[in-house]
């Protein structure tokens, strides 16, 4: 098993590239399940969560060719050999439910297994069943399994008004998929606003879809028979623009980020600036640079446009060595502080006060032996590696894997003593 070793204290410098969006890419991969003409994506990024994504499309039917040396997949659905997402795909990704929303709008039915993913706490997928029911779905869960079948002699979901219990990005993503090709209009209230969400139904309207309000709360889908093939560029990925940011920020340095969009981190540069690190931004470009120790800054992760709960691990890796105490309260997920235990070996002073970590900050980590438990706690440590004393051994770097493109290679780049083992 893979593990990074990490020999902190050199500060970063240099220019990095950001890759395309995880979190953007998965959902629109799952679009191509949509039409039977190609749908060509490009910045595409070279990830675990990906490969499964393209292992899962293929059992379905999807002929997937890539190209990897321009990070480019070519997507063709001709025709699906089957509507069934198996759990030994569905169980390590979370992410493999969005198939079920395009399967249903295509096929008429799908059968998906419940996900898996990261074990940062419950992921209900009520919501997207709720919507599903009421565009006229059948729906039956047995066995761990979704079975959703569409009414009528024409297998086709009908536009309906949907209110959403609770923001929900893939819930908004399923049903907006679902929408697509439904007759008639659907409304999706208190939807998701995260800039995946835009960018998924950019991608579908090259595709032919008629959406409007994609990035609001109120997003309307007006179905249509068809949609046919497309070419669209994935976003450039946010949370990973956002830990390069975190990196420099607790350890020193300057470095130029390339290939971003500040726009959508609006949250997480405020907080590092009010943290002291300074910060410029271009169209597609972000500098930071940091010098002398960082003040510590309360956290508190929202949806979007707040603070994202993927960066509330980052982030509470730069407080534990910034001056004074902060709280990071986290808000969207009950068990995301595993990573609290981790950063204690290294030597950092935290206190769990049920979801809020209260972080007292300390001059120094030093190395030790840590286990990664989930994606973004990998990166948490990461950071803390670099800042440590001597030498941090990270364990289970699977994690890491699933969501970042080459962590080592770009941090090497910067300067950083880190290695592969």
């Known amino acids: 098993m893979d593990k990074l070793v990490i020999n902190g204290g050199a500060a970063l410098n240099g220019t990095v590239r950001i890759s395309g969006a995880k979190n953007a890419a998965l959902p629109i991969l799952c679009a191509s399940l949509l039409t039977s003409e190609p749908l060509v994506l490009t910045n595409v990024p070279n990830l675990r969560d990906i490969s499964t994504m393209c292992t899962l499309l293929a059992r379905l039917g999807t002929v997937v060719t890539p190209d990897a040396a321009n990070h480019a997949l070519t997507l063709q659905a001709s025709s699906l050999s089957g509507h069934t997402a198996p759990y030994e795909l569905v169980k390590t990704m979370r992410a493999s439910i969005l198939v079920l929303g395009p399967l249903l709008a295509r096929?008429?039915?799908?059968?998906?297994?419940?996900?898996?993913?990261?074990?940062?706490?419950?992921?209900?997928?009520?919501?997207?069943?709720?919507?599903?029911?009421?565009?006229?779905?059948?729906?039956?869960?047995?066995?761990?399994?979704?079975?959703?079948?569409?009414?009528?002699?024409?297998?086709?979901?009908?536009?309906?008004?949907?209110?959403?219990?609770?923001?929900?990005?893939?819930?908004?993503?399923?049903?907006?998929?679902?929408?697509?090709?439904?007759?008639?209009?659907?409304?999706?209230?208190?939807?998701?606003?995260?800039?995946?969400?835009?960018?998924?139904?950019?991608?579908?309207?090259?595709?032919?879809?008629?959406?409007?309000?994609?990035?609001?709360?109120?997003?309307?889908?007006?179905?249509?028979?068809?949609?046919?093939?497309?070419?669209?560029?994935?976003?450039?990925?946010?949370?990973?623009?956002g830990t390069f940011l975190a990196a420099v920020a607790a350890g020193g340095g300057e470095v130029i980020v390339r290939d971003a969009e500040p726009g959508t981190l609006v949250a997480v540069i405020d907080k590092l600036r009010e943290a002291g690190a300074e910060i410029d931004c271009t169209a597609d470009s972000i500098h930071v640079r940091r010098n002398g120790r960082l003040d510590a800054v309360n956290v508190r992760t929202a949806p979007y446009p707040g603070f994202p709960t993927d960066m509330q691990a980052q982030l509470l890796a730069v407080n534990a060595v910034a001056n004074g105490t902060s709280a990071v309260t986290e808000t969207i997920f009950e068990n995301r502080m595993m990573h609290v235990q981790e950063l204690h070996r290294l030597g950092a002073n935290i206190e769990l006060e049920g979801n809020v970590a209260i972080v007292r900050g300390v001059p120094r980590l030093t190395g030790a032996a840590v286990m990664a438990t989930d994606l973004r706690a990998s990166a948490c440590l990461v950071i803390a590696g670099l800042v440590a004393e001597g030498e941090t051994v990270i364990d289970r770097i699977y994690h890491l894997d699933r969501g970042y493109e080459r962590i080592e290679t770009k941090l090497s780049a910067l300067g950083a003593k880190i290695r592969r083992v």
């Open 107 to 241: 096929a008429g039915e799908a059968r998906v297994s419940l996900p898996g993913g990261c074990a940062i706490g419950v992921r209900p997928v009520d919501q997207h069943i709720k919507a599903l029911e009421a565009m006229g779905a059948a729906i039956d869960i047995a066995h761990g399994y979704i079975d959703a079948k569409a009414a009528g002699q024409k297998r086709r979901l009908t536009g309906a008004t949907i209110l959403f219990d609770m923001v929900t990005v893939t819930g908004t993503e399923n049903v907006m998929m679902a929408a697509v090709l439904a007759d008639g209009v659907t409304t999706l209230r208190n939807a998701a606003r995260e800039p995946e969400v835009v960018d998924l139904a950019n991608c579908l309207i090259a595709m032919g879809a008629k959406i409007t309000g994609a990035g609001t709360g109120e997003i309307r889908i007006e179905g249509v028979a068809s949609l046919h093939g497309a070419a669209h560029r994935i976003m450039a990925d946010r949370i990973e623009t």
